[in-house]
């Protein structure tokens, strides 16, 4: 998927992006695992964000 780094993705994009279902995401936002900009009722997320979260979650292959 290629991101523009410009512009807030929507629970579908930032779900697909991270490879889970969107109420997997909903959770996480809920529980405040993962950063998201509202706009009115509606979450948005940055793609640096995201791409943070990746990095913070990395585990070392053994």
């Known amino acids: 998927m290629q991101i523009d780094n410009n512009r807030l993705l929507n629970m579908d994009e930032a779900s697909s992006l991270l490879g889970i279902k969107k109420n997997t995401l909903y959770q996480m936002v809920m ?23 990746i990095n913070e979650n990395l585990t070392e292959r053994i």
């Not at 900009?37 to 995201?50: A, M, S, W």
């Open 31 to 53: 529980r405040r695992e993962i950063a998201v900009v509202k706009i009115g009722k509606l979450n948005r997320f940055r793609p640096e964000d995201l791409q943070a979260f």
